[in-house]
Protein backbone atom coordinates (compact mmCIF):
# COMPACT_ATOMS: atom_id res chain seq x y z
CA UNK A 1 0.00 0.00 0.00
CA UNK A 2 2.60 2.65 1.47
CA UNK A 3 4.74 1.13 -2.69
CA UNK A 4 1.16 2.69 -4.17
CA UNK A 5 0.70 5.45 -2.22
CA UNK A 6 4.84 6.69 -3.46
CA UNK A 7 4.36 6.03 -6.56
CA UNK A 8 1.20 8.39 -6.74
CA UNK A 9 2.74 10.81 -5.28
CA UNK A 10 5.70 10.79 -7.58
CA UNK A 11 3.53 10.44 -10.23
CA UNK A 12 1.51 13.71 -9.76
CA UNK A 13 4.99 15.80 -8.74
CA UNK A 14 6.52 14.47 -11.73
CA UNK A 15 5.11 12.88 -15.00
CA UNK A 16 1.98 15.21 -14.74
CA UNK A 17 4.12 18.74 -15.29
CA UNK A 18 6.25 16.56 -17.52
CA UNK A 19 3.52 15.49 -19.67
CA UNK A 20 1.96 18.98 -20.19
CA UNK A 21 6.10 20.33 -20.92
CA UNK A 22 5.95 16.96 -23.47
CA UNK A 23 2.18 18.14 -25.35
CA UNK A 24 3.17 21.73 -25.15
CA UNK A 25 5.97 20.48 -27.39
CA UNK A 26 3.85 18.02 -29.89
CA UNK A 27 0.93 21.08 -29.90
CA UNK A 28 3.39 23.09 -31.21
CA UNK A 29 5.37 21.28 -33.77
CA UNK A 30 2.35 19.07 -34.62
CA UNK A 31 -0.75 20.21 -32.88
CA UNK A 32 -3.30 21.25 -35.71
CA UNK A 33 -2.06 18.44 -38.02
CA UNK A 34 -2.59 15.75 -35.83
CA UNK A 35 -6.23 13.87 -36.41
CA UNK A 36 -8.78 14.53 -34.48
CA UNK A 37 -9.74 12.80 -30.90
CA UNK A 38 -11.30 13.24 -28.04
CA UNK A 39 -10.23 14.96 -25.02
CA UNK A 40 -7.54 12.96 -22.58
CA UNK A 41 -7.50 12.64 -19.12
CA UNK A 42 -4.23 13.06 -17.53
CA UNK A 43 -2.05 10.31 -16.85
CA UNK A 44 -4.29 8.00 -17.99
CA UNK A 45 -4.96 9.50 -21.65
CA UNK A 46 -7.95 7.40 -22.86
CA UNK A 47 -7.46 4.42 -21.44
CA UNK A 48 -10.85 4.91 -20.04
CA UNK A 49 -12.38 4.91 -23.44
CA UNK A 50 -11.26 1.08 -24.60
CA UNK A 51 -13.41 -1.51 -23.60
CA UNK A 52 -12.30 -5.52 -23.19
CA UNK A 53 -12.50 -5.80 -26.80
CA UNK A 54 -10.34 -3.25 -28.38
CA UNK A 55 -12.04 -3.12 -31.64
CA UNK A 56 -15.53 -2.89 -30.81
CA UNK A 57 -14.22 0.30 -28.72
CA UNK A 58 -12.29 2.10 -31.64
CA UNK A 59 -15.13 1.44 -33.85
CA UNK A 60 -17.71 3.45 -31.58
CA UNK A 61 -15.41 6.01 -31.41
CA UNK A 62 -15.07 6.54 -34.76
CA UNK A 63 -18.36 6.99 -35.42
CA UNK A 64 -18.12 10.21 -33.68
CA UNK A 65 -14.41 11.58 -34.50
CA UNK A 66 -14.28 9.75 -38.11
CA UNK A 67 -12.35 7.12 -39.97
CA UNK A 68 -8.67 8.48 -38.74
CA UNK A 69 -8.60 9.92 -35.24
CA UNK A 70 -5.85 10.42 -32.35
CA UNK A 71 -5.62 8.75 -29.11
CA UNK A 72 -3.18 8.79 -26.19
CA UNK A 73 -3.09 5.32 -23.87
CA UNK A 74 -0.30 6.63 -21.00
CA UNK A 75 2.38 7.90 -22.14
CA UNK A 76 2.20 6.27 -26.01
CA UNK A 77 0.70 8.60 -28.53
CA UNK A 78 -1.85 6.52 -31.34
CA UNK A 79 -3.66 6.55 -34.48
CA UNK A 80 -6.51 4.59 -35.74
CA UNK A 81 -7.38 3.55 -39.29
CA UNK A 82 -10.79 2.30 -39.03
CA UNK A 83 -11.53 2.48 -43.10
CA UNK A 84 -10.25 0.49 -46.28
CA UNK A 85 -9.18 3.94 -48.03
CA UNK A 86 -7.63 5.21 -45.23
CA UNK A 87 -5.62 1.95 -44.25
CA UNK A 88 -4.56 2.17 -47.79
CA UNK A 89 -2.44 5.40 -46.99
CA UNK A 90 -0.83 3.74 -44.27
CA UNK A 91 -0.29 0.45 -45.82
CA UNK A 92 0.38 1.50 -49.52
CA UNK A 93 0.88 4.83 -50.00
CA UNK A 94 3.29 5.56 -47.21
CA UNK A 95 4.25 2.05 -46.56
CA UNK A 96 8.11 2.22 -45.71
CA UNK A 97 6.85 4.68 -42.59
CA UNK A 98 4.99 1.97 -41.60
CA UNK A 99 6.92 -0.97 -41.72
CA UNK A 100 7.64 -1.59 -37.99
CA UNK A 101 5.62 -3.68 -36.25
CA UNK A 102 6.09 -2.49 -32.39
CA UNK A 103 6.33 -5.73 -30.07
CA UNK A 104 5.39 -5.60 -26.04
CA UNK A 105 7.30 -6.29 -23.68
CA UNK A 106 5.95 -9.70 -23.22
CA UNK A 107 6.00 -10.34 -26.92
CA UNK A 108 9.93 -9.00 -26.79
CA UNK A 109 10.75 -11.69 -23.67
CA UNK A 110 9.26 -14.61 -25.57
CA UNK A 111 10.58 -13.95 -28.81
CA UNK A 112 13.38 -11.84 -28.44
CA UNK A 113 12.03 -10.11 -31.60
CA UNK A 114 14.01 -12.27 -33.81
CA UNK A 115 10.90 -14.27 -35.53
CA UNK A 116 8.87 -12.85 -38.66
CA UNK A 117 6.69 -11.53 -36.88
CA UNK A 118 7.99 -9.22 -35.06
CA UNK A 119 11.57 -8.62 -35.76
CA UNK A 120 12.60 -5.07 -37.31
CA UNK A 121 12.26 -4.59 -41.16
CA UNK A 122 15.36 -4.47 -42.59
CA UNK A 123 18.03 -6.89 -44.31
CA UNK A 124 17.26 -9.67 -41.22
CA UNK A 125 13.58 -9.80 -41.85
CA UNK A 126 14.11 -10.27 -45.47
CA UNK A 127 16.29 -13.17 -44.71
CA UNK A 128 13.50 -14.41 -42.32
CA UNK A 129 10.78 -14.04 -43.90
CA UNK A 130 12.35 -15.17 -47.32
CA UNK A 131 13.44 -18.13 -44.99
CA UNK A 132 9.53 -18.87 -43.64
CA UNK A 133 8.60 -18.42 -47.33
CA UNK A 134 10.23 -20.88 -48.98
CA UNK A 135 10.08 -23.70 -46.17
CA UNK A 136 7.21 -23.53 -44.12
CA UNK A 137 4.01 -20.88 -45.20
CA UNK A 138 4.91 -19.81 -49.16
CA UNK A 139 2.42 -21.91 -51.35
CA UNK A 140 4.40 -23.95 -52.64
CA UNK A 141 5.86 -24.73 -49.50
CA UNK A 142 2.27 -25.40 -47.89
CA UNK A 143 1.46 -27.76 -50.50
CA UNK A 144 4.57 -30.40 -50.05
CA UNK A 145 2.89 -30.64 -46.27
CA UNK A 146 -0.86 -31.61 -47.80
CA UNK A 147 -0.90 -35.30 -47.06
CA UNK A 148 -0.21 -34.47 -44.16
CA UNK A 149 -2.65 -32.62 -43.05
CA UNK A 150 -5.10 -34.59 -45.19
CA UNK A 151 -4.31 -37.83 -42.47
CA UNK A 152 -4.77 -35.76 -39.63
CA UNK A 153 -8.18 -34.39 -40.93
CA UNK A 154 -8.96 -38.16 -41.54
CA UNK A 155 -7.72 -38.95 -38.18
CA UNK A 156 -9.96 -36.26 -37.39
CA UNK A 157 -13.27 -37.28 -39.09
CA UNK A 158 -12.96 -40.25 -37.74
CA UNK A 159 -12.96 -39.69 -34.00
CA UNK A 160 -15.60 -37.75 -34.76
CA UNK A 161 -17.62 -40.35 -36.47
CA UNK A 162 -16.64 -42.45 -33.57
CA UNK A 163 -18.46 -39.49 -31.12
CA UNK A 164 -21.34 -39.92 -33.54
CA UNK A 165 -21.96 -43.70 -33.26
CA UNK A 166 -22.48 -42.83 -29.04
CA UNK A 167 -24.24 -39.88 -29.51
CA UNK A 168 -21.96 -37.97 -27.28
CA UNK A 169 -20.82 -34.50 -27.99
CA UNK A 170 -17.78 -32.69 -29.31
CA UNK A 171 -16.25 -29.69 -27.95
CA UNK A 172 -15.23 -28.75 -31.65
CA UNK A 173 -13.71 -25.69 -30.38
CA UNK A 174 -10.97 -27.73 -28.40
CA UNK A 175 -10.78 -30.28 -30.46
CA UNK A 176 -9.99 -28.10 -33.57
CA UNK A 177 -7.40 -26.41 -31.30
CA UNK A 178 -5.48 -29.67 -31.00
CA UNK A 179 -6.11 -30.48 -34.68
CA UNK A 180 -4.62 -27.71 -36.11
CA UNK A 181 -1.79 -27.76 -33.58
CA UNK A 182 -0.62 -31.44 -34.20
CA UNK A 183 -0.24 -30.31 -38.07
CA UNK A 184 1.48 -27.34 -37.17
CA UNK A 185 3.84 -29.82 -34.31
CA UNK A 186 4.30 -31.64 -37.10
CA UNK A 187 4.86 -29.37 -39.87
CA UNK A 188 7.51 -27.73 -38.04
CA UNK A 189 9.48 -30.61 -36.14
CA UNK A 190 7.92 -33.69 -37.97
CA UNK A 191 6.59 -37.17 -37.83
CA UNK A 192 9.03 -39.13 -36.24
CA UNK A 193 10.18 -37.37 -33.29
CA UNK A 194 10.12 -39.61 -30.71
CA UNK A 195 10.06 -36.20 -28.27
CA UNK A 196 6.46 -34.82 -29.56
CA UNK A 197 4.52 -37.99 -29.57
CA UNK A 198 2.22 -37.76 -26.24
CA UNK A 199 3.01 -34.46 -25.92
CA UNK A 200 0.81 -31.90 -28.35
CA UNK A 201 -1.60 -31.26 -25.06
CA UNK A 202 1.78 -29.88 -23.57
CA UNK A 203 2.34 -27.85 -26.30
CA UNK A 204 -1.48 -26.82 -27.08
CA UNK A 205 -1.13 -25.56 -23.47
CA UNK A 206 1.81 -23.91 -23.96
CA UNK A 207 0.81 -21.92 -26.97
CA UNK A 208 -2.55 -21.04 -25.19
CA UNK A 209 -0.22 -19.79 -22.16
CA UNK A 210 2.07 -17.70 -24.88
CA UNK A 211 -1.01 -15.96 -26.93
CA UNK A 212 -2.86 -14.88 -23.47
CA UNK A 213 0.04 -13.38 -22.11
CA UNK A 214 0.00 -11.64 -25.40
CA UNK A 215 -2.79 -10.13 -25.31
CA UNK A 216 -2.64 -9.27 -21.33
CA UNK A 217 -2.73 -5.17 -20.62
CA UNK A 218 0.64 -4.48 -19.20
CA UNK A 219 1.21 -1.37 -17.22
CA UNK A 220 4.70 -1.48 -18.31
CA UNK A 221 4.02 -0.86 -22.25
CA UNK A 222 1.94 2.38 -21.82
CA UNK A 223 3.41 3.96 -18.14
CA UNK A 224 7.06 5.01 -19.34
CA UNK A 225 7.52 4.82 -15.20
CA UNK A 226 6.56 1.56 -14.55
CA UNK A 227 8.80 -0.55 -17.01
CA UNK A 228 11.16 -1.20 -14.13
CA UNK A 229 8.38 -1.98 -11.34
CA UNK A 230 6.47 -4.89 -12.72
CA UNK A 231 3.97 -3.57 -10.71
CA UNK A 232 1.67 -7.15 -12.35
CA UNK A 233 4.20 -9.84 -11.52
CA UNK A 234 4.69 -9.91 -15.42
CA UNK A 235 8.21 -10.34 -15.90
CA UNK A 236 7.92 -13.73 -13.44
CA UNK A 237 5.03 -15.04 -15.18
CA UNK A 238 6.83 -14.80 -18.17
CA UNK A 239 9.90 -16.30 -17.00
CA UNK A 240 7.99 -19.26 -16.00
CA UNK A 241 6.58 -19.78 -19.74
CA UNK A 242 10.00 -19.23 -21.36
CA UNK A 243 11.22 -22.07 -18.65
CA UNK A 244 8.86 -24.33 -20.12
CA UNK A 245 9.26 -23.36 -23.73
CA UNK A 246 13.16 -24.27 -23.39
CA UNK A 247 12.36 -27.29 -21.53
CA UNK A 248 9.92 -28.37 -23.98
CA UNK A 249 11.88 -27.27 -27.35
CA UNK A 250 15.46 -28.27 -25.92
CA UNK A 251 14.59 -32.45 -25.25
CA UNK A 252 13.09 -32.17 -29.05
CA UNK A 253 16.25 -30.14 -30.37
CA UNK A 254 18.74 -32.39 -28.78
CA UNK A 255 17.13 -35.69 -30.63
CA UNK A 256 16.97 -33.81 -34.07
CA UNK A 257 21.10 -33.21 -33.41
CA UNK A 258 21.46 -37.14 -32.54
CA UNK A 259 19.66 -38.41 -35.67
CA UNK A 260 21.32 -35.75 -37.59
CA UNK A 261 24.88 -37.40 -36.38
CA UNK A 262 23.25 -40.94 -37.44
CA UNK A 263 22.52 -39.88 -40.17
CA UNK A 264 25.68 -38.10 -41.41
CA UNK A 265 27.20 -41.89 -39.81
CA UNK A 266 25.03 -43.65 -41.93
CA UNK A 267 25.67 -41.95 -45.19
CA UNK A 268 22.68 -39.20 -45.22
CA UNK A 269 18.84 -40.03 -45.90
CA UNK A 270 16.42 -37.91 -43.53
CA UNK A 271 15.49 -41.21 -41.73
CA UNK A 272 13.41 -41.62 -38.78
CA UNK A 273 13.62 -42.69 -34.93
CA UNK A 274 16.95 -42.92 -34.50
CA UNK A 275 18.16 -42.51 -37.68
CA UNK A 276 16.14 -45.60 -39.26
CA UNK A 277 13.93 -45.02 -42.30
CA UNK A 278 10.14 -46.70 -41.17
CA UNK A 279 7.22 -46.65 -43.61
CA UNK A 280 5.93 -43.87 -42.48
CA UNK A 281 8.12 -41.58 -43.44
CA UNK A 282 7.78 -38.62 -46.08
CA UNK A 283 10.51 -37.33 -48.10
CA UNK A 284 9.89 -33.83 -47.09
CA UNK A 285 12.63 -32.05 -44.65
CA UNK A 286 10.13 -30.45 -41.72
CA UNK A 287 11.08 -26.89 -40.70
CA UNK A 288 13.39 -28.01 -38.16
CA UNK A 289 15.49 -29.89 -39.97
CA UNK A 290 16.01 -26.79 -42.07
CA UNK A 291 16.71 -24.60 -39.29
CA UNK A 292 19.70 -26.45 -38.30
CA UNK A 293 21.23 -26.86 -41.36
CA UNK A 294 21.24 -23.54 -42.18
CA UNK A 295 21.91 -22.57 -38.29
CA UNK A 296 25.17 -25.16 -38.79
CA UNK A 297 25.94 -23.43 -42.54
CA UNK A 298 29.21 -21.33 -42.31
CA UNK A 299 28.51 -19.32 -45.17
CA UNK A 300 24.94 -18.70 -44.46
CA UNK A 301 23.93 -14.63 -45.15
CA UNK A 302 22.85 -14.59 -41.66
CA UNK A 303 23.95 -17.10 -38.14
CA UNK A 304 20.80 -18.24 -36.28
CA UNK A 305 21.65 -19.38 -33.24
CA UNK A 306 19.79 -22.06 -31.09
CA UNK A 307 17.92 -18.87 -29.03
CA UNK A 308 16.99 -17.87 -32.93
CA UNK A 309 15.62 -21.55 -33.86
CA UNK A 310 13.60 -21.97 -30.45
CA UNK A 311 12.12 -18.13 -31.21
CA UNK A 312 10.83 -19.42 -34.59
CA UNK A 313 9.48 -22.46 -33.72
CA UNK A 314 7.44 -21.16 -30.52
CA UNK A 315 6.02 -18.22 -32.87
CA UNK A 316 4.71 -20.63 -35.64
CA UNK A 317 3.23 -23.08 -33.30
CA UNK A 318 1.59 -20.43 -31.53
CA UNK A 319 0.94 -17.93 -34.61
CA UNK A 320 -0.55 -20.91 -36.98
CA UNK A 321 -2.49 -22.71 -34.22
CA UNK A 322 -4.73 -19.93 -33.47
CA UNK A 323 -5.07 -18.68 -36.40
CA UNK A 324 -6.92 -21.60 -38.50
CA UNK A 325 -8.36 -22.67 -35.33
CA UNK A 326 -10.27 -19.96 -34.36
CA UNK A 327 -11.15 -19.13 -38.30
CA UNK A 328 -12.38 -23.27 -38.77
CA UNK A 329 -14.22 -22.38 -35.36
CA UNK A 330 -16.15 -19.52 -36.49
CA UNK A 331 -16.41 -21.29 -39.77
CA UNK A 332 -18.61 -23.96 -38.84
CA UNK A 333 -20.47 -21.66 -35.91
CA UNK A 334 -21.53 -19.21 -39.09
CA UNK A 335 -22.26 -22.44 -41.06
CA UNK A 336 -24.62 -23.87 -38.34
CA UNK A 337 -26.23 -20.80 -37.45
CA UNK A 338 -27.26 -20.47 -41.91
CA UNK A 339 -29.21 -23.88 -42.71
CA UNK A 340 -29.76 -22.52 -45.87
CA UNK A 341 -25.80 -21.68 -46.07
CA UNK A 342 -24.95 -25.26 -44.91
CA UNK A 343 -27.42 -26.73 -47.66
CA UNK A 344 -26.46 -24.75 -50.48
CA UNK A 345 -22.16 -25.84 -49.40
CA UNK A 346 -23.37 -29.51 -49.35
CA UNK A 347 -25.18 -29.43 -52.40
CA UNK A 348 -21.50 -28.07 -54.21
CA UNK A 349 -19.89 -30.81 -51.95
CA UNK A 350 -22.31 -33.77 -53.36
CA UNK A 351 -21.83 -32.70 -56.74
CA UNK A 352 -18.55 -31.37 -57.34
CA UNK A 353 -17.00 -34.43 -55.11
CA UNK A 354 -20.31 -37.04 -54.97
CA UNK A 355 -20.72 -39.21 -51.54
CA UNK A 356 -17.81 -42.02 -52.71
CA UNK A 357 -15.00 -40.18 -51.70
CA UNK A 358 -13.51 -37.84 -48.76
CA UNK A 359 -13.40 -34.20 -50.30
CA UNK A 360 -9.47 -32.72 -49.64
CA UNK A 361 -7.78 -29.97 -50.11
CA UNK A 362 -6.98 -30.86 -53.69
CA UNK A 363 -11.08 -30.18 -54.26
CA UNK A 364 -11.19 -26.63 -52.99
CA UNK A 365 -10.38 -24.53 -55.97
CA UNK A 366 -13.59 -26.49 -57.53
CA UNK A 367 -15.53 -25.30 -54.60
CA UNK A 368 -16.26 -21.81 -55.16
CA UNK A 369 -19.16 -21.73 -52.92
CA UNK A 370 -17.23 -23.18 -49.92
CA UNK A 371 -14.23 -20.98 -51.11
CA UNK A 372 -16.70 -17.82 -50.52
CA UNK A 373 -17.79 -19.34 -46.82
CA UNK A 374 -14.46 -19.10 -45.90
CA UNK A 375 -13.91 -15.84 -46.81
CA UNK A 376 -17.03 -14.30 -45.88
CA UNK A 377 -15.92 -15.81 -42.24
CA UNK A 378 -12.73 -13.96 -42.34
CA UNK A 379 -14.22 -11.13 -43.21
CA UNK A 380 -16.38 -10.96 -40.25
CA UNK A 381 -14.27 -12.68 -38.27
CA UNK A 382 -10.37 -11.51 -38.71
CA UNK A 383 -8.06 -13.42 -36.37
CA UNK A 384 -6.48 -10.47 -35.45
CA UNK A 385 -8.89 -7.70 -34.91
CA UNK A 386 -6.47 -5.19 -34.43
CA UNK A 387 -3.03 -4.67 -35.71
CA UNK A 388 0.03 -2.92 -34.45
CA UNK A 389 2.15 -0.38 -36.69
CA UNK A 390 5.18 2.13 -35.79
CA UNK A 391 6.18 5.31 -37.65
CA UNK A 392 9.31 5.48 -38.16
CA UNK A 393 9.54 8.57 -40.50
CA UNK A 394 6.81 11.30 -40.19
CA UNK A 395 4.46 11.35 -42.91
CA UNK A 396 1.20 13.24 -44.25
CA UNK A 397 -2.07 10.89 -44.63
CA UNK A 398 -4.76 12.88 -46.12
CA UNK A 399 -4.34 16.95 -44.35
CA UNK A 400 -2.53 15.09 -41.06
CA UNK A 401 0.78 15.12 -39.84
CA UNK A 402 1.54 11.63 -38.53
CA UNK A 403 4.90 12.11 -35.87
CA UNK A 404 7.40 9.81 -35.96
CA UNK A 405 6.96 7.01 -33.58
CA UNK A 406 2.95 7.42 -33.51
CA UNK A 407 1.87 3.82 -33.07
CA UNK A 408 -0.80 2.71 -35.68
CA UNK A 409 -3.79 0.64 -34.62
CA UNK A 410 -5.45 -0.65 -37.79
CA UNK A 411 -9.10 -1.84 -37.16
CA UNK A 412 -9.27 -4.56 -39.69
CA UNK A 413 -12.65 -5.35 -37.64
CA UNK A 414 -14.30 -2.00 -38.39
CA UNK A 415 -12.22 -1.71 -42.16
CA UNK A 416 -13.91 -5.38 -43.13
CA UNK A 417 -17.45 -3.59 -41.93
CA UNK A 418 -17.44 -0.45 -43.71
CA UNK A 419 -20.75 0.10 -45.08
CA UNK A 420 -19.24 2.46 -47.44
CA UNK A 421 -19.00 -1.05 -48.96
CA UNK A 422 -20.28 -3.50 -47.97
CA UNK A 423 -24.25 -3.94 -48.05
CA UNK A 424 -25.61 -4.91 -44.48
CA UNK A 425 -21.80 -5.47 -43.43
CA UNK A 426 -22.90 -7.33 -40.44
CA UNK A 427 -24.66 -10.20 -42.38
CA UNK A 428 -23.42 -13.55 -43.04
CA UNK A 429 -23.74 -13.86 -46.83
CA UNK A 430 -21.06 -15.90 -49.08
CA UNK A 431 -22.46 -14.88 -52.14
CA UNK A 432 -21.16 -11.60 -51.90
CA UNK A 433 -17.93 -13.43 -52.78
CA UNK A 434 -19.02 -14.44 -55.82
CA UNK A 435 -20.84 -11.50 -57.13
CA UNK A 436 -18.56 -8.66 -59.21
CA UNK A 437 -16.96 -5.96 -57.52
CA UNK A 438 -18.49 -3.12 -58.92
CA UNK A 439 -16.21 -0.45 -58.01
CA UNK A 440 -13.50 -2.44 -59.86
CA UNK A 441 -12.42 -4.12 -63.09
CA UNK A 442 -10.62 -7.18 -61.59
CA UNK A 443 -13.89 -8.95 -60.86
CA UNK A 444 -15.29 -10.07 -56.74
CA UNK A 445 -13.21 -8.89 -54.09
CA UNK A 446 -10.40 -10.91 -52.34
CA UNK A 447 -8.82 -11.79 -49.64
CA UNK A 448 -5.39 -11.47 -49.79
CA UNK A 449 -4.25 -7.81 -49.73
CA UNK A 450 -5.45 -6.46 -52.86
CA UNK A 451 -8.38 -5.21 -51.85
CA UNK A 452 -8.52 -2.88 -48.61
CA UNK A 453 -12.43 -3.21 -48.02
CA UNK A 454 -11.07 -6.89 -46.65
CA UNK A 455 -8.20 -7.31 -44.92
CA UNK A 456 -8.76 -9.99 -43.23
CA UNK A 457 -4.35 -10.80 -42.74
CA UNK A 458 -3.54 -7.32 -43.36
CA UNK A 459 -1.88 -5.83 -46.92
CA UNK A 460 1.80 -5.20 -47.94
CA UNK A 461 5.20 -6.76 -46.81
CA UNK A 462 3.93 -7.31 -43.42
CA UNK A 463 0.87 -9.06 -44.24
CA UNK A 464 0.15 -11.95 -42.21
CA UNK A 465 2.73 -15.12 -43.28
CA UNK A 466 0.18 -17.58 -42.07
CA UNK A 467 -2.33 -16.57 -44.86
CA UNK A 468 -1.61 -19.36 -47.30
CA UNK A 469 -2.04 -21.76 -44.80
CA UNK A 470 -5.40 -20.81 -43.71
CA UNK A 471 -6.64 -20.47 -47.10
CA UNK A 472 -5.38 -23.84 -48.48
CA UNK A 473 -6.29 -25.29 -45.19
CA UNK A 474 -9.60 -24.50 -44.18
CA UNK A 475 -11.78 -25.37 -47.48
CA UNK A 476 -10.90 -28.92 -47.22
CA UNK A 477 -11.20 -29.28 -43.43
CA UNK A 478 -15.00 -27.39 -43.29
CA UNK A 479 -15.78 -29.14 -46.38
CA UNK A 480 -14.63 -32.61 -44.82
CA UNK A 481 -17.33 -31.71 -41.51
CA UNK A 482 -20.26 -30.56 -43.82
CA UNK A 483 -20.01 -33.63 -46.21
CA UNK A 484 -19.56 -36.43 -43.43
CA UNK A 485 -21.48 -35.63 -40.65
CA UNK A 486 -25.08 -33.02 -39.95
CA UNK A 487 -24.43 -31.14 -36.47
CA UNK A 488 -26.67 -30.38 -32.85
CA UNK A 489 -25.22 -27.66 -31.56
CA UNK A 490 -25.32 -28.72 -27.54
CA UNK A 491 -24.72 -25.38 -25.74
CA UNK A 492 -26.53 -22.52 -27.92
CA UNK A 493 -29.10 -20.69 -27.58
CA UNK A 494 -32.55 -21.49 -28.74
CA UNK A 495 -34.17 -19.85 -32.08
CA UNK A 496 -37.93 -21.59 -32.35
CA UNK A 497 -37.11 -25.07 -32.21
CA UNK A 498 -33.07 -25.21 -32.88
CA UNK A 499 -29.80 -24.18 -31.02
CA UNK A 500 -27.81 -22.10 -32.15
CA UNK A 501 -24.18 -20.79 -31.28
CA UNK A 502 -23.97 -17.30 -29.93
CA UNK A 503 -21.23 -15.50 -31.84
CA UNK A 504 -19.76 -13.41 -28.88
CA UNK A 505 -16.62 -12.83 -28.96
CA UNK A 506 -13.58 -13.51 -26.27
CA UNK A 507 -11.46 -10.65 -24.75
CA UNK A 508 -7.76 -11.78 -26.13
CA UNK A 509 -5.06 -10.75 -28.95
CA UNK A 510 -6.88 -13.23 -31.49
CA UNK A 511 -10.31 -13.26 -31.99
CA UNK A 512 -12.38 -15.75 -30.73
CA UNK A 513 -15.44 -17.14 -29.84
CA UNK A 514 -16.99 -16.33 -26.40
CA UNK A 515 -18.46 -19.97 -26.01
CA UNK A 516 -16.53 -23.07 -26.94
CA UNK A 517 -18.39 -24.88 -29.81
CA UNK A 518 -20.40 -27.87 -28.56
CA UNK A 519 -22.33 -30.63 -31.10
CA UNK A 520 -23.08 -33.70 -31.16
CA UNK A 521 -22.15 -34.92 -34.43
CA UNK A 522 -24.88 -36.78 -36.59
CA UNK A 523 -22.94 -39.43 -39.42
CA UNK A 524 -24.91 -38.71 -42.82
CA UNK A 525 -23.47 -42.04 -44.44
CA UNK A 526 -23.83 -45.50 -42.30
CA UNK A 527 -21.53 -47.00 -42.44
CA UNK A 528 -18.53 -43.95 -43.38
CA UNK A 529 -16.74 -45.77 -45.27
CA UNK A 530 -15.27 -43.14 -47.21
CA UNK A 531 -13.10 -42.04 -43.73
CA UNK A 532 -11.61 -45.74 -44.43
CA UNK A 533 -7.79 -45.90 -45.47
Given at each position: ??????????????????????????????????????????????????????????????????????????????????????????????????????????????????????????????????????????????????????????????????????????????????????????????????????????????????????????LADHFWICKKLDLQGFEKRIDNILA????????????????????????????????????????????????????????????????????????????????????????????????????????????????????????????????????????????????????????????????????????????NRDPNFWENPSEFRPERFLEPNEGD?????????????????????????????????????????????????????????????????????????????????????????????
Amino acid sequence: MALLVELLFFTLLVFVPLRAIINLIIKHKYGHHLPPGPIALPIIGHFHLLGPLKHRSLYKLSLRYGPLFSLRLGSVRAVVANTGDVAKQFLKTNEFSFLHRPATIGITLVTNNVALTFAPYGPYWKFVKKLTMTELLGTRSVNKFISLRARQCRRFFRFLAQKSELREPVNLSEELSKLTNTIMMQMVLGTQSASIEGRVEEARILTRDVTNIFGEFNLADHFWICKKLDLQGFEKRIDNILARIDKFLEVIIVEREEQRRLRNINGGGRGGRNGVVTDEDEDVKDFLDFLLDVSEDENAEIKLTRTHVKSFVMEYFTAGTDSTATAADWTIGEILNHPKVLEKAREEIDRVVGKNHLVGESDGPNLPYIQAIIKETLRLHPPFPVVNRKCVEACKIDKYMIPENTMLFLNLWAINRDPNFWENPSEFRPERFLEPNEGDKMGPIDIKGQHFQALPFGSGRRICPGKNLVLQMLPGLVAGMIQCFDWKVVNGKMDGNDSVMEMDERQGMTLSSARDLVCVPVARFSPLTILDP
